[in-house]
């Protein structure tokens, strides 16, 4: 079975410059995740999305920060325009739900540097 | 505010120790508590998931335990392999938040052969 994608891996850009990431989550999961990982930290939540509802945003700097799960499937998060501090990886995890014993599976992320 | 924090940042040891990463959450109203890998460049892989009804949860040579009144975890690996590599992280899920989990900040082990 294959696992969460992720696409780039690595993107590199100027500030100010626009940026896009994309994430197919594992079949049949209807809840999808986006996190944001600074070097040396563990993972911040950015938006949750329940199909294709967000159902929980609170941390995404909406100012430039954008995502978007068109049909409950796959999901894109942009940044517009990125910022010298917006350099981590960000993460997409899947779930099939949100009861409890629930394990969210893991992408490889996308590795954003920002010059 | 939930806070998890993990000591120590880095660990190294020879191969074959047995050894114990910690972690510590400040509210003990969670519902459950997960150990995660992270290996160089990739995802996280869920190793242990401990309800907050239990003490403990086993797999193969890594044992983990929750006494959630003194908001504490630890991960016990035995017998180190160079394998176990990579860095370990502890996150929280609390009561009315959905799915979302609360990390530490992780350790970084390293077994030497």
């Known amino acids: 079975e294959a696992g969460v994608v992720q696409s780039p891996r690595y993107k590199i850009i100027e500030k100010k410059q626009p940026v896009a990431f994309w994430c197919n989550p594992i079949s049949g999961h209807n809840t999808l995740y986006w996190y944001l990982q600074n070097l040396g930290q563990g993972p911040e939540l950015l938006i949750r999305y329940e199909n294709e509802e967000a159902v929980d945003d609170s941390q995404l700097p909406k100012d430039r920060f954008s995502a978007e799960r068109l049909k409950g499937v796959d999901s894109t998060l942009k940044i517009q325009p990125a910022e010298l501090g917006d350099s981590a990886v960000y993460l997409c995890a899947s779930s099939l739900g949100t009861s409890l014993g629930e394990t969210q599976y893991f992408g490889p992320g996308t590795r954003l540097l920002v010059l | 505010k939930q806070e998890v924090t993990q000591i120590p940042a880095a660990l190294s040891v020879p191969e074959g120790e047995n050894l114990v990463l910690n972690c510590s959450f400040t509210?003990?109203?969670?519902?459950?508590l997960q150990w995660f890998r992270q290996d160089p460049g990739k995802g996280l892989t869920s190793l242990l998931l401990?309800?907050?009804?239990?003490r403990e949860q086993t797999s193969g040579r890594l044992n983990a335990s929750l006494d959630k009144s003194s908001g504490r975890s630890t991960l016990y690996i035995a017998a180190s392999q160079p394998g176990d590599s990579a860095t370990y992280l502890c996150?929280?899920?609390?009561?009315?938040?959905?799915?979302?989990?609360?990390f530490g900040q992780g350790t970084e082990l390293s077994v030497k052969p």
């Open positions: 996150a929280v899920r609390r009561p009315n938040q959905g799915g979302k989990l609360i």
């Open positions: 509210d003990s109203a969670i519902y459950n």
């Open positions: 401990i309800q907050s009804s239990q």
